[in-house]
């Protein structure tokens, strides 16, 4: 028995329409979006995100002024002394005056007697010029030392700029230092450079970067980091990915002396 040629027909247009509606709906979202790759997903390029995370208290900077305790004793109450205080120097000028003046008018002092010239006497003299330092003793009067500020050692957390590299190989990168990288990454990286994007995070900042399809030729990204003391620090890291294929979300830890970076999970 012969199958019938419009029961064949049936059976060949019910498996190729599904295929042909589903290729014609990826050629509309293509000629909508540009930017959608084409084909099956292995052969598209590999995106990366990035979620970054900066310690509250990185790059720390001795720039903070730590006021020292009043002292709480005062001097022992002198025979003779005075406090005087005021805003700027000019001030304390005038204060120093008035009291200069109070104490002229207070206690004057006694000049020698003028004699004749014929006089051979030893002439009369002040009795002050005779005696002793006067005491002016006042139990309620005290002089103090003046309050003194000293340099603390609490650092005080800056931003820290970091940067986001894509390179064919990680070996140049692994054997520089960072001031060649802050002057001109692609001259120090030469032909192992292939792009890299600067940011600066403030101390304690969360910053995501969505996901972007990485160069052709990428094989590793790094981010690096302007530490205040590179010497002490690690401020480098690298991290291999597969060029096409993958969606990856990379973890960027920047901790006060070290940076971390891993896929996530």
């Known amino acids: 028995m012969k199958p019938h040629p419009l029961l064949l027909a049936t059976l060949l247009l019910a498996l190729v329409v599904p295929t042909g509606c589903t290729s014609l709906s990826r050629m509309s979202q293509v000629a909508m979006d540009h930017s959608l790759p084409i084909g099956p997903p292995k052969d598209h390029p590999t995106e990366v995100a990035f979620s970054i995370n ?8 001795p720039n903070s002024l730590d006021v020292a305790a009043e002292q709480d004793s005062a001097l022992e109450p002198s025979p003779y002394a005075v406090t005087l205080s005021a805003g700027d120097p000019y001030a304390l000028t005038e204060k120093i005056g008035v009291l200069f003046e109070y104490l002229q008018a207070q206690f004057p002092a ?37 309050r003194t500020t000293s340099v603390a050692s609490a650092l005080v957390a800056t931003p820290i700029a970091i940067t986001i590299l894509q390179l064919r190989d990680d070996s140049l990168l692994r054997n520089t230092v960072y001031q060649l990288l802050e002057q001109d990454p692609a001259k120090a990286l030469r032909s192992t450079y292939i792009r890299s994007d600067d940011y600066l995070l403030r101390p304690g900042q969360f910053k995501y970067i969505p996901f972007e399809p990485i160069h052709a030729e990428t094989r590793f990204v790094a981010v690096i980091a302007d530490y205040r003391g590179h010497e002490n620090a690690s401020w480098r890291q690298v991290l291999r990915i597969p060029p096409r294929g993958r969606q990856i979300m990379l973890s960027v830890l920047v901790n006060d002396t070290h940076i971390v970076l891993k896929e996530e999970d």
């Open 54 to 61: 900066a310690s509250p208290t990185l790059n720390g900077n």
């Open 110 to 146: 006694m000049s020698p007697v003028e004699l004749d010239e014929g006089d051979e006497s030893d002439p009369a003299r002040s009795p002050l010029e005779e005696s002793g330092p006067g005491s002016y003793d006042d139990p309620q009067v005290a002089l103090t030392l003046p």
